[in-house]
């Protein structure tokens, strides 16, 4: 049995070319995401039927816990008895369909360098666009947020795991100098559109992100990390004094949870989202287990604080503004009102599986590509209670970087068998 067959198959340039226009269109484009989605869907699903007797045990695996999840959370979007409902998790939740299949053709370290390289320039154009955006457009207004070709969390979110990949493959020394001058550059661009987006969750996140890679990584380097952002941030407070302004009171509002009206908006959704779920299982099990629907949610959430009297309501809106129903801005929550406790709870199992192994030191070992994705995990814990990550166009950057962490896996499996 030659189990490297359908890996050198998928190698192929026709599946490898789409795979890579993919990985940029991750930053760049959602109408490629849109496309390029449901072809690598096809081709995962092709691939594994045709080829199953000759699939790596553990991508067989793989396979089976994502198609079963993926029918799980169809099951309970078919219970809402809503065409639309169906339709929105056939749509946002098809990574789980070619997660399988990416994850073998990352199995190849070739795959996974070109990847991460690529990923990087997408990153560093969509940084461009966003600095374009302030000066240019926006006549360098730093009240004004700016982001790159995607809304901001989407951006953020794929910055970070950018940000990662380009400190760590140059903390490995990897390639010549102009190669390493060229990733400085994308790191500077990176983190300034980071900043620019105004972002609060993105800062916080990125701050313990590179927390987390100066102590495990950088740590001979952190006296001169410290001294060049205090060397940083003073310069740009003489030189910007008003933008510099306006972006460290924003980092001060982080902690105001009693007057800043976003944080408060953010709380009483939360609130309210947890007070819906409660509700559902007490009064509605199959909601509760099985989800109010990705679209029909919305109208099922505003209808519940509707029933309530003002007083019970209060806690939950803003005058008379419902906060939440089509996003609760929590990974956790809405993920859960949407699609159910069931398929909530498997779905964040597997995360916290990929995250567990991705520690391995066979896995990790000597590789600045998976050493990348470990830090990157550190942000993503980190924004996914401010933002609803796992169902929007976030969900395919998290499934690249999953699938980075799965491919190493195939590979060290196949070494070893």
Not at 229 to 246: C, D, T, Y
Request: a positive charge.
């Amino acid at each position: 049995m030659n189990l490297l067959k359908p890996i050198n198959l998928i190698n192929h340039r026709a599946w490898l070319y789409f795979f890579l226009v993919f990985v940029v269109s991750l930053v760049t484009s959602k109408a490629g995401m849109n496309i390029l989605g449901p072809i690598l869907a096809l081709c995962s699903i092709s691939t594994f039927v045709i080829y199953w007797k000759e699939i790596p045990s553990i991508a067989k695996i793989i396979f089976i816990s994502c198609v079963s999840l993926y029918s799980i959370g169809l099951t309970g979007a078919y219970l809402t008895d809503a065409s639309s409902d169906l339709s929105r998790f056939s749509q946002k939740n098809i990574f789980l369909l070619f997660l399988p299949f990416i994850s073998l053709i990352l199995s190849k370290k070739a795959n996974r360098e070109i990847s991460s390289y690529l990923f990087i320039a997408a990153c560093t154009i969509s940084s461009i666009a966003s600095i374009y955006n302030l000066v240019v457009v926006n006549d360098f207004n730093t009240s004004i947020r700016v982001h790159g070709f995607l809304e901001f969390s989407r951006h953020i979110n794929a910055l970070m795991l950018g940000v990662a990949f380009i400190t760590l493959l140059l903390n490995q020394g990897l390639g010549n100098r102009l190669q390493k001058n060229i990733l400085l550059l994308s790191l500077v661009l990176s983190v300034i559109s980071l900043m620019l987006s105004g972002t609060r969750g993105g800062w916080l996140a990125f701050a313990l992100m590179f927390t987390f890679i100066s102590i495990i990584y950088l740590r001979r380097y952190i006296p001169h990390l410290i001294l060049t952002v205090f060397i940083i941030a003073v310069g740009l407070n003489q030189l910007f004094p008003i933008q510099s302004e306006a972006i460290y009171q924003r980092i001060l509002s982080i902690s105001n949870t009693t007057t800043n009206t976003s944080n408060t908006a953010r709380i009483k959704m939360w609130r309210g989202g947890i007070e819906y779920l409660t509700f559902q299982k007490e009064h509605d099990t199959t909601k509760f287990l099985f989800g109010s629907g990705m679209v029909s949610s919305d109208a099922n959430y505003h209808g519940f604080i509707n029933s309530l009297s003002k007083e019970d309501a209060s806690p939950f809106v803003n005058g008379d503004e419902i906060n939440g129903g089509s996003d609760f801005h929590n990974a956790a929550i809405d993920l859960t009102i949407k699609s159910g406790v069931i398929y909530s709870a498997l779905l964040f199992f597997g995360v916290m599986t990929i995250f567990s192994l991705s520690f391995k030191n066979n896995i990790r070992e000597n590789d600045p590509v998976i050493s990348s994705v470990n830090a990157y995990f550190i942000a993503l814990f980190t924004l996914m209670p401010f933002y609803s990550l796992l169902q929007d166009y976030s969900a395919l950057t998290i499934t690249f970087s999953f699938s980075l962490i799965l491919g190493k896996i195939i590979e060290v499996s196949q070494n070893e068998s």
